[in-house]
């Protein structure tokens, strides 16, 4: 690994949330990297959907929670939807009932299946919480969520979230009647993927595509989550940049997937021809954990998860390899039927933080970053010398349910 790395890793360690112009900045940041080692680089920009929060709050007869509003969901007029609370601990059939025509707090992330849930049982309104109730309440910032575009397609409930500090003493109060006020306004912003290529010596008809998002949750630095992907794609360019491939590598710095994988399927919704000349997309996402363990996750022919396990016991790597879908930016490229690859450094569970203040570089290093460095790199490297390109195009039937699942194209939700 060169310095230069770990000091990039460094310098887009701030908060760039999809759309702001801190994530413009860091775009720039990767583009002006990417032409300081020698290789031409583009912004692609693509608009996303963002609000302007006017008023939210939410209170009881006794208390007023402070809250953030969930972007694009249900509004209320000024003086806010007054309904009775329920605190609804797992969705079932007795308190699918007992939530309908009330203001529902749940347990855990708001997904397709759970949001269904309460579109179906009647609710009038929801409540979910961040945090981890060990963590002092001055460090846990209420997270800012939205109802993204399949959920709202089900029905907009107005929604707030909260921290769990706040949502234990909630459940405490126990109040009969809850309100929330929220208001909003829409105001779309622009996001961006930063693009180079390089050509192959051999085979350019080949290509194969390289992503890495670069952008972070709001109070997070990013770094674990994915500064630390996106220069490992940068010193992947660099390493080529100085030994041609053979095949043509293809380098997207996406945007915006914090929000629901935005970048890569703006890519693949605007290179709709480009797209047949891509053999394969080797994906990194979370990586430098000082404490963890590196995962590989495979979408393709079953020969594909083989060649990966091969591979690292040739190498004598540890590494857990599984066929599965990774909630990141290889999702949109194999649903389009390119088998893929996605790389990951896990750290241990109290030993690295994502999407929250605690995603820092104190949890990082810059041995481990480099261990999974090479790890990419070497396996990048047999992909790209290979005689004949060893992976056939195509995702069997029930990688394609998965996908279809995790795009909420099937009522089914992992």
Not at 289 to 304: F, M, R
Request: overall charge negative.
């Amino acid at each position: 690994m060169s310095t230069n790395q770990w000091e990039l890793l460094q310098k887009i360690g701030f908060v760039r949330v999809s759309g702001s112009a801190e994530e413009k900045q860091a775009a720039e940041i990767l583009r002006e990297e990417v032409e300081a080692r020698g290789e031409k680089a583009r912004l692609e920009m693509f608009e996303v959907a963002g609000q302007i929060i006017k008023k939210v709050s939410c209170a009881t007869e006794k208390n007023s929670y402070p809250v953030t509003a969930y972007g694009n969901c249900g509004e209320t007029d000024e003086t806010g939807l007054t309904a009775p609370f329920y605190y609804m601990e797992v969705p079932g059939a007795v308190s699918l009932q007992q939530a309908s025509g009330k203001i529902v707090l749940v347990n855990g992330y708001l997904n397709y299946k759970l949001y269904q849930s309460l579109i179906d049982s009647g609710a009038v309104g929801f409540i979910t919480y961040n945090g981890e109730a060990r963590d002092s309440e001055e460090t846990t910032d209420i997270a800012h969520r939205e109802l993204r575009e399949k959920l709202a397609e089900l029905g907009k409930l107005p929604g707030v979230n909260m921290t769990i500090h706040d949502a234990m003493r909630l459940v405490q109060e126990n109040p009969k009647m809850i309100t929330l006020v929220v208001q909003q306004e829409a105001a779309n912003a622009v996001s961006q993927n930063v693009i180079a290529e390089i050509q192959g010596l051999t085979r350019p008809e080949d290509v194969i595509v390289l992503t890495a998002h670069y952008d972070s949750v709001e109070y997070s630095t990013g770094v674990y989550d994915n500064g630390a992907g996106s220069v490992i794609l940068m010193e992947l360019l660099q390493h080529y940049h100085d030994h041609h491939p053979n095949r043509t590598l293809r380098f997207i710095w996406c945007g915006s997937e914090e929000r629901g994988l935005l970048g890569s399927h703006a890519y693949v919704d605007t290179h709709e021809e480009d797209l047949k000349a891509i053999r394969f997309n080797l994906n990194v996402d979370v990586a430098g954990a000082i404490l963890g363990h590196d995962s590989a996750w495979c979408l393709g022919p079953q020969s594909l998860e083989a060649m990966v396990q091969t591979y690292a016991a040739h190498n004598g790597i540890q590494l857990e390899v599984k066929s599965d879908v990774y909630s990141s930016d290889e999702v949109p490229f194999s649903d389009q039927g390119i088998p893929s690859v996605s790389f990951m450094r896990f750290g241990e569970r109290g030993a690295n933080y994502i999407h929250n203040r605690h995603d820092v570089l104190r949890y990082l290093s810059p041995e481990s970053l480099e261990k999974t460095t090479k790890l990419v790199l070497n396996f990048l490297d047999q992909l790209d010398q290979s005689a004949v390109f060893p992976i056939e195009r195509m995702i069997p039937e029930d990688q394609k349910k998965k996908i279809d699942a995790y795009l909420n194209k099937t009522q089914e939700k992992k």
